[in-house]
Nanobody, 123 residues
Framework: QVQLVESGGGLVRSGGSLRLSCTAS????????LGWYRQAPGKQRELVAS?????STNYANFVEDRFNIVRVEKMVYLQMNSLKPEDTAVYYC???????????????????WGQGTQVTVSS
């Protein structure tokens, strides 16, 4: 089974920057869409940004050109600039479909999530 592990969260002042990282572990053949979601207290989890294998990206409207998603093989990064207090949330890495080798065969793993990393932006 493949795991997604995030890092890079923390506390930052309004206007500051953070870079989140996510690495997929395992003998991976391919990953379809890698993305970042976030969930603030009392709110539903929402998409922040995602990138497909072909490099096409999708950003939430609230990003407003402040964030940039980068994907390199099994890793995906989210560079967040001009952070606002309303960006405070737990950020999760997600992969919609991971194909990986196990026991000599190719397996599919759908809708994988990391453990989440806390981002707190103070005013």
């Amino acid at each position: 089974q493949v795991q997604l592990v995030e890092s890079g969260g923390g506390l930052v002042r309004s206007g500051g920057s953070l870079r989140l990282s996510c690495t997929a572990s395992g003998n991976i053949y391919s990953i379809n869409v890698l993305g970042w979601y976030r969930q603030a207290p009392g709110k539903q989890r929402e998409l922040v940004a995602s990138m497909s294998r072909d490099g096409s990206t999708n950003y939430a409207n609230f990003v407003e050109d402040r964030f940039n998603i980068v994907r390199v093989e099994k890793m995906v990064y989210l560079q967040m600039n001009s952070l606002k207090p309303e960006d405070t949330a737990v950020y999760y890495c997600n992969a919609d479909l991971i194909r990986y080798y196990t026991g000599g065969s190719l397996q599919n793993q759908f809708d994988s999530w990391g453990q989440g990393t806390q981002v707190t932006v103070s005013s």
